[in-house]
């Protein structure tokens, strides 16, 4: 799978697949995409790559406390292992998950970027951020033009090109083929009744992608 994302200055931050600097570094060039510190006293660095079916337990472990507090939607073991395609993830130094999220394909054009979590003791680092970078890239290679989310991370999502939407934004062919999903997720993105006690208080934004664009999302910040 291509992930590479190309270096835009002055972003602090870079994937770099071809040069990796130490042999913890080149070991993740097996996967895809290295996420590195350009800055060498950079304090803790951590590294953004493809989920692996290993990764599961620690997805679950990151996700299930958000999802107690009704931020995030919590799946089934099985549900994990079944998406774990979708997920990137962010892991420290020593090889242990400190974040996570998923882009789920909903329809030719468009997507959701799901179950983005960091672990509480890395928020505000910018590990959230290099996982949407990931994600938004990986929506435009799959040619897709529009990613929504569901949230209480406004000003998050904003800094990534999302705006707050109302309604669902398909139209009635699609929604009515939408409605045959049984995934959660759709379900909220539709707006249906049975999964309106989750989505309280949380707001609908969607980024309209330009997949001519190099580097997109890191002009939004
Ligand atoms: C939303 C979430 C994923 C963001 O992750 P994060 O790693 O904290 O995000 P970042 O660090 O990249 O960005 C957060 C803020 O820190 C700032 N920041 C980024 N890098 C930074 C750094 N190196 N040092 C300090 N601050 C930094 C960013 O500018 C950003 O500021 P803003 O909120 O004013 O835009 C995280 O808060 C989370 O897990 N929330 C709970 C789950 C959730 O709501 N998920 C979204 C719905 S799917």
Redesign the pocket.
Known sequence: MDEHIPAVEPD?WRVDRDLPRTDHDLRRTEHDGVLQRSDDD?PAPFVVRAALPRDVPQIRDLVEP?AEER??IAKELVGYYEGVQEFVVAEDASGYLI?C?ALHVMWTDLAE????????N???????????RMLMERARTLGLTRVF?????V?????HGFRPIAGTPVDAEVYTQLLRSHDDGVAEFLDLARVKPNTLGNTRMLAELDPGAAGWGDAQ?
């Open positions: 602090p950079a958000y931020i995030l974040g999220g970027i799901r179950t983005l979590a960091v672990h509480p890395w928020r505000g680092r910018g590990v959230g951020h290099a996982m949407m989310c569901l949230t209480f991370e000003r998050f999502f904003e800094r910040r």
